[in-house]
């Protein structure tokens, strides 16, 4: 059988392994290792990454964003504070309760944004709001970095925001599900938007960075990381093979790959967003800043491009979202573009 | 970097991915795919998985065993209630309270065993011992096939305890990391000794038969699987590329490979056996009937064994265990012998 | 050492045990009796709560409204599932986290409502907002009743958010923390208010009713409460001296004397709620429909009248709240609006 | 309706309200108070405490055993950790999985031991058995005081076990279901068995002293309470009427009445014991220490006894458990003495 068919935009799992990160499983399959990741190919992950942010970092390689988030953030608070996110949060609206489930009841203070992008007056806002028992103290703060919509934070104003949270003495957690997307964007180095903005731990994606499986866990000040060995295993998060979740990343880091792919993917929303903004009746719903275009269009619009073959999901009032991922094909991202100009036009006139 | 080292028999973990996995998976990587488990590899995963058991089942692919048994276990009763397993149970023994977490509490009552097999008996005895508000009402039993010792229970003696479940109103778990290790081992159906022996949920594992990453969680009443898409969600078990979780289980399963890599790893193991059968001042634990080798030996002779460069884990007071995969080296066994053999005279000599 | 101080009404909660309960628990303490609830005096408070709601429900006498809420809800989902609540109830506002806690991660998805009440028409528009496994499926809707704003739902409103639920399939509780208040608002029964409108458990308050200790979990459909004993127990909401929690429901419940101190809560609330409305400058928040008072004051009225040694609390929009129970003293009510009257006139002349 | 009937020593659970504890409630029961524990009688009870305990401890009240032991415990490890405790420790054979729900899956390691008592080798040898992942590393142990067999652990083991305790990085946490008599029986002073013998955190058991509901956690190093506030009243443990729960304990510990209490209850333990030691075919299981029996009987003459009219419990391999508590009446407890002897003695003329 065959996964072959026109290529999709609908969102960066759709996307295969990397080549980067498949050579790495690919050679890290030679011969029998020793497992629970006290092997090779995970020591030299965990040395790459200590090396790409420039940190003397503890690292863990779990399974799937879920668990990443979960567990971070599990391990920041306890299960009668609570987290505070913005309202867009993929934590707060596409985890079916992970977080609460995994710090068994921590509860997600949301806050009110643009775009999903949190503010220090925001937070301040909500973590004194209240200070009485019956309101669960806020631990932590999360930021998604690009946000869901594709937004991203600039290094001062994670900093600003890393400021606040000293002063209230909150941890500051990065969902990075696609970090390397963001450092792309910005141009800075993985060590700039994290612990040097003031990040204590970051969620850094490996499976929407072209991996197969697998999520890494930074937590930048070691102390933070005790024990978190054992709640991996706990919480079905420890691999036995862990040179197949590990080895991907010894691939992706080497000679900044990473980057590379991540550039790529910025470039194909870009291109599509340059189009659409010459397209009558379609707008941008936000700049495109990472890998993410979210287009608003009539229902008529959307329906006719369906009609065509494109599949995408509708978020935030109905936009169509489209994401890019390493391996985006840009002549299929003109397919799109033309499609949609011929559609918006066509609805134009029949309108 | 490179994994090449001599092959080592401290765990099944410690093999790479099997060909018919690996093959899957780079079949699978070929474009791209819808995500979370919609896409065609994992239907006909599931499809194959029902063909092999014969049965209109429910299947879930999961990360890992500790995961896939967890979860299992907390759909199957509620925290309040209880899990009757053997002593010597892999869910009592090593994995660091997962079960207890995954079900928010459900408490383990486990039976003193002979190599961690459970009876009829037992299971009433514990079963029935108390009817009282203070003690959690056992809701399931569990069985590992093979057990961790390599033990197999007989069809006849798995059809003996899920009779005395469906007496007691409790549900029957096998937790079959090793699962076609003891299809091999028994000559049976996986219907045989599932589904008609009276399971009502399988773990079977991938793992431990040569994939990277994954194993299955099988409901053969599908009215109890209700919920337990949301259930993996909400616990960091769903996959976003599921398609490289659930192409090697289409190519394991395809003209019963899996069945083929587990009859080596058995042959290993018998192979070693029955060589140890052979050698003065080192004996069996338990009889060799699945893919483990235990082998009671003096201390001495670990240490030389172990100065010879084997690595190998001690358990139940004290014995090597030796695990063999699918691509047991034989002649790497031999050598095994070889060297055991050697270092029981030389100990032999000295005493 | 003494209690002995003027009366507040920041809290129905400042209230000690009402004449009924006290003698009931004093007659109680005659003698020993057998723990854990099966004494003669659980039994009899079991029965008379059955006849009071004229139905052969499932009762549970738990130590507080946190536990008897949250353990309801538990009961009723799934961690993986959602309760949908208004966005001002209290399981939402000042559980910190409880109902998270108790469930192990269930979401509550809270609707923007009016004084929280919540309506037909927003339940249908969240439960039917997803489908998709990223969203925790909604399982049981919760309505106060009374509102935290003292307001009331009708028998009307109830049934049809009942039906509603059917629908949707989905449970429905009720968190009566003032249940009696209702009931003596209304002048139903309590039968009309939740069985016969469609309420499947209700948490009947005890505490803010005039016990010290205790509410009452009252589950219609006894087939949803398989278990709940054992939930109880392990969530350490079962009393071994039960008696002293079950023996002030026989006194409060004899001759409808909770109905009558409900009454005189009401009431005292109406005399204060007629005064607000005749004095210039302040004004109520929310129609006065059971015990509570929410006040809008100019904050130098707020400042002025906490000189006096007035104790309130303030919610939404920094209302003042004033709760009245069993023992509201009317002169002490007068003595209240006087004041506020007193104060509202010199911020009056003052601006 | 009436609690009145023969006194049985099944429990002492089966006790009401002794004077000390139910003068107290009546006068905290004048007027109202601010609620949720920041009123005068609970911070008069923490007080004493803190004077009876001659340290400046952190004091809470809580509802009762099940959830002060299971709270206390979770505070001090986390999910993936692990409690030593004693195979016959209550918190393992009698609470429902109390532990691991509030801890969310620490699990339970239990020592073998006689009549229930720890020791530092047993502690030692369990705590260092592992070091590995797959196992939840100990971080406290807990020993009952008197244990449930009514043995007593001298001062000097206490110290024995705290230092044990240190040197291993574990906590240690008192179970002091029956703190009082324990006190009694040795005659020394709450910190005597506590703070100064290296005790970290006490549950002090109110209902089995003499009150209606409540038991109180000690915390000896302020820093380990941090949040223990939020924790209660997440997991639904804080009363609102809290004087109804700290007013009891100003009562019995002024003039050290809660001894005087606990001393009545010993000395009916003893004077039964004492009876026993002449009664030729029953036997007592274990020295009585506390304020426990434990009688060895043949079943004729257990069932004897019951057909008289006696209820009580069988524990550890069939004894007979008999508890006093401060309402003991003596002439009852020569009547059970008188009513054994008749029933052996028949019994041995039988035989």
Redesign the interface.
């Known amino acids: 059988?065959?996964?072959?068919?026109p290529?999709?935009f609908?969102?960066d799992?759709?996307?295969?392994?990397c080549p980067a990160a498949?050579d790495a499983?690919l050679?890290?399959?030679?011969?029998?290792?020793?497992?629970?990741g006290r092997?090779?190919?995970t020591q030299?992950a965990s040395d790459a990454m200590r090396a790409a942010f420039e940190a003397d970092a503890e690292i863990f390689f779990?399974?799937?964003?879920?668990?990443a988030n979960?567990?971070a953030l599990a391990s920041l608070c306890?299960?009668?504070?609570?987290i505070i996110a913005a309202d867009l949060a993929h934590i707060e609206?596409?985890?079916?309760?992970?977080p609460?489930?995994?710090s068994?009841?921590?509860?997600l203070l949301t806050v009110p944004t643009q775009g999903g992008k949190l503010t220090p007056d925001a937070i301040t806002a909500i973590a004194t709001s209240r200070d009485d028992?019956?309101?669960?103290?806020p631990a932590v703060v999360t930021i998604t970095q690009p946000t869901e919509t594709g937004l991203l934070y600039t290094l001062e104003e994670i900093r600003e925001i890393a400021a606040t949270c000293r002063r209230l003495s909150l941890r500051l957690h990065m969902d990075g599900a696609r970090f390397a997307q963001a450092v792309a964007a910005l141009g800075c180095t993985p060590a700039d938007m994290t612990w040097r903005a003031g990040v204590d731990v970051l969620c850094c994606g490996g499976?929407?960075g072209g991996m197969?499986?697998g999520e890494a866990v930074v937590f930048f000040d070691r102390a933070l990381a005790d024990?978190f060995?054992?709640?991996c295993?706990?919480?079905?998060?420890?691999?036995?093979?862990m040179?197949?979740?590990s080895a991907p990343w010894?691939g992706v880091l080497t000679e900044g790959r990473w980057i590379g792919y991540a550039r790529h993917a910025n470039a194909a929303a870009r291109r599509l967003g340059a189009r659409i903004e010459a397209i009558d009746g379609v707008s941008l719903l936000f700049p495109v800043q990472a890998n993410a275009v979210f287009v608003v269009m009539p229902p008529a619009v959307a329906s006719a491009l369906r009609d065509r073959g494109w599949?995408f999901y509708e978020f935030i009032g109905g936009a169509a979202r489209f994401m890019f991922?390493w391996?985006a094909d840009l002549a299929r991202v003109d397919q799109l573009a033309d499609d949609l100009a011929s559609c918006a036009g066509a609805s134009g006139r029949n309108a």
């Not at 799992?13 to 392994?17: E, H, L, P, S, V």
């Not at 779990?62 to 668990?67: I, L, P």
């Not at 306890?78 to 609570?82: A, E, N, V």
Request: proline fraction near 1%; aromatic fraction near 12%; include cysteine.
């Open positions: 059988m065959t996964t072959k068919a290529q999709q609908a969102s799992n759709y996307a295969g392994i498949l499983m050679a890290a399959n030679a011969g029998s290792a020793v497992a629970y092997d090779d190919w030299a779990v399974f799937n964003g879920t668990a979960s567990l306890r299960s009668y504070q609570s609206t596409d985890e079916c309760g992970a609460e489930f995994f068994n009841g921590a509860k028992i019956h309101f669960p103290k499976t929407k197969a499986i024990g060995d054992y709640r295993k706990q919480a079905g998060q420890l691999a036995s093979k040179r197949f979740l010894v599949v991922a391996d």
